[in-house]
């Protein structure tokens, strides 16, 4: 039997007769290592000699009862389960030792040994879904890790990067700013990963795709007919985010009547459900980005400066591409390597000419856009060096032409909504912003199946 295998359990049971039928009827699973006791003291001695998996103890011992020792086990060992095996069926006993922490509570009869075999395959079961949880938070972490998400070493990148090792150190606000593209959200979830939150969830909302009248139950949640269309209780993004981190991009789009809210639910760290009276506590890291100048929107009114002030934290801003064009080749390398990598192909070099090409290119979509076209090229290349040709951008598109054949003026402008549309990865709120319309003209197009999101 591997030592990996050992499962380690404590009997503690002051009756001689019925603790070696306890011993023998577990020691049938070959994977369990047993250990009997017959007092209280001798269990607390072994503890520090042999930390078991799991521990039973009978509530009445010579020495001290079950609440005393429970007490004692779980101030050395927090996460170590403790089932509870009594001759007496007291019921205050039992609720007042579950709600300490006990695992569960049996009374000795004929179905003891069966149900304690039970409970122990779903412990086990459930410590092993918990290890498994952590190995995963754990793979996540190295997934996010800063030398993976922030390749470069010009120095706009490198302040970067020293902010974001200033902030998984505690548990300040981050409020992001940066262009589309240039890594919002993998800096949040970078932070998150690296941070004490790390085993919690991690909760993003992009604020400018939920609906106005939608953004109060998607955050804060509603209670069951609360509404209209309100047909079972919704938990918020919020709640689904307490102990852990909550990241909400375009915080900008909030509109004041939500900020007021958000702004009381941060102040005094609890929130209530739309239709809701249940005061729900909140434990959350909150980290807000926008490609919006935050303190101009103040300015102009579109948004409070109390919860301006409330957010901003620790600020970071991502630097776009084109300033921090000594970066371009260490990024495009990594892309090429990753996505050559991931799909079997074989390594691939990048010309010169085609270099060259890259470097001169402004690359409005920022890191994302030249992740996008590094992929394009390797799936272009006819062999294992990156030409001019394989490299695709955005600049050589056709674009929007009026020549070709006779359109109305509408049916230009759904073209180069389109055509934005599509250049910033389907963000309605941005591309508003660059063509200088309101976000209701593309919904309307889009409600009414002249635009596609998709």
Known sequence: MSESSTYRIFIVEDDPWYGEVLKYHLSLNPDYELYRFTTGAECLAQLAICQPHLITIDYSLPDTNGSDLFRRIHERLPDTPVIVISGQNDVETAVGLLQAGVRDYFVKDDRTKDLLWNAILKIRE??????????????????????????????????????????VRTNINISITGETGTGKELVAQAIHYHSDRKKKPFVAVNMAAIPHDLAESELFGHEKGAFTGAVNRKIGRFEEANKGTLF???????????????????????????????????????????????????????????????????????????????????????????????????????????????????FPGNVRELKSVMQLAAVMCDGTEVKPDDVMLASESEGVSVNNDEKTLRDYTIQIIKSYLKKYDNNVVLVADKLDIGKSTIYKMIQTNELSLS
């Open 126 to 167: 459930n410590q092993s879904l918990k290890q498994e949880i952590e190995l995963l938070h754990e793979k996540l972490g190295q997934k996010y890790d800063f030398g993976s998400i922030i390749k470069g070493n010009s120095p706009a990148i490198q302040k970067v990067f020293s902010l974001v090792e200033k902030a």
């Open 248 to 362: 909400l991009d375009e915080i900008a789009e909030l509109d004041l009547t939500l900020q007021s809210k958000l702004l009381r639910v941060l102040q005094e760290r609890e929130l209530m459900r739309v239709g809701g009276t249940e005061r729900i506590p909140l434990d959350i890291r909150l980290i807000i980005a926008s490609h919006k100048n935050l303190l101009d929107e103040v300015r102009q009114g579109r948004f409070r400066e109390d919860l301006y002030y409330r957010l901003m934290g620790l600020p970071i801003s991502l630097p776009p591409l084109r300033d921090r064009s000594t970066d371009i080749m260490v990024l495009a390398r990594y892309f090429l390597d990753d996505f050559c990598q991931d799909n079997r192909l074989p390594s691939m070099a990048i010309s010169p000419l085609a270099t060259d090409k890259l470097l001169r290119y402004s």
